[in-house]
């Protein structure tokens, strides 16, 4: 199983993160269609949904090339400042998400 995760940065991936995907190229030819699964967990300041869209567009559209199999997105708005995410809903999330696999 592979887990993204990234903060929103400029409404795309970090370059931390876009740094690794980019290495899958390295091995596509055996990760592509690889029996894998995969997880999204991502955050940002802003509270407009619409804003995460293209990252989430992003992600689909990663698995669906690869054929990895999506098994849950965690996607958590206002984010803002460091510590936000203490007493939210999403730390439960992600808890649960993991709960499941
Ligand atoms: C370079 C940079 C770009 C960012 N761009 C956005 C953005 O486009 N939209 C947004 O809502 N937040 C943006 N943020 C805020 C972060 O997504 C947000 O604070 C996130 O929770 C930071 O996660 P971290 O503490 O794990 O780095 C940006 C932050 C940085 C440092």
Same mark, same amino acid.
């Given at each position: 199983? /592979? /887990?993204? /995760? ?21 091995? *596509? ?16 300041? *802003? ?16 698995? *669906? ?21 203490? *007493? ?14």
């Amino acid at each position: 199983m /592979v /887990v993204f /995760v990234t903060p929103m940065y400029y409404f795309g991936f970090s370059s931390q993160l876009k740094a690794v995907i980019d290495r899958f190229y390295a091995v *596509n030819g055996r990760i592509k269609g690889a029996s894998k699964q995969s997880a999204f967990l991502m955050a940002y300041a *802003n509270t407009d949904p619409k804003e995460a869209e293209p990252m989430i567009s992003h992600y689909k559209t990663l698995l *669906n090339y690869l054929g990895w199999k999506d098994r849950g997105m965690v996607i958590a708005p206002g984010m803002w400042p460091a510590g936000a995410v203490q *007493n939210t809903k999403y730390s439960r999330q992600v808890y649960e998400l993991g709960k499941s696999l």
